[in-house]
């Protein structure tokens, strides 16, 4: 089965199951913290790390600030739903998207009533609408707009499940 391939592919055991969520709750954990941690000494488990980050299984090392003492109090969810749907009109929307800072996330999405789903974090409501009416609809394309906003964050997690690894 496709399940199969991919476990052979990866040939993740145990050990590296460990490292992975180790290193996705702390990405500055220590070689020495790590290697004790998973039950290995130093030098093997660096190595195990190398493979892991050659392997392409950890994407980068981020530093995830707090967004409400920075003073970004709002976060609202976006679908946009777009007039033509020709390459050149999602090209011009994702470029035009990836240079806005305010966008977290954005996704082309399926169902009929949006093409487009993106995460913006802003100050407040004023912000938002600045965002919305300078930025976001002046992008070539957009004919709808439709906003909600998070009233209370239920869970937030930047790791990924692994438990689907064996």
């Not at 000494?41 to 493979?51: F, L, Q, Y």
């Not at 007039?83 to 090209?91: A, K, M, W």
């Amino acid at each position: 089965s496709n399940c199969n391939e991919e476990r052979r592919m990866l040939k993740l055991d145990r050990i590296d199951r460990h490292i992975l969520e180790l290193m996705q709750e702390n990405g500055r954990i220590s070689n020495l913290e790590l290697a004790e941690l998973v039950g290995l000494s130093p030098s093997p488990c660096s190595h195990r790390v190398k493979a892991l980050e050659d392997a392409g299984l950890i994407d980068t090392h981020v530093t995830l600030l707090n967004a409400r003492r920075l003073g970004l109090t709002l976060t609202a969810y976006i679908h946009i739903s777009m007039d033509r749907h020709t390459p050149e009109r999602f090209e011009n929307f994702d470029r035009a998207i990836s240079e806005l800072p305010e966008v977290l996330e954005c996704d082309l999405i399926t169902g009929n009533d949006a093409d487009y789903q993106l995460k913006v974090v802003v100050r407040d409501m004023e912000h938002y609408q600045h965002f919305l009416l300078d930025k976001l609809t002046h992008i070539s394309g957009v004919t709808g707009v439709r906003s909600s906003f998070v009233l209370r964050r239920i869970k937030h997690k930047t790791a990924l499940p692994l438990n689907h690894l064996g």
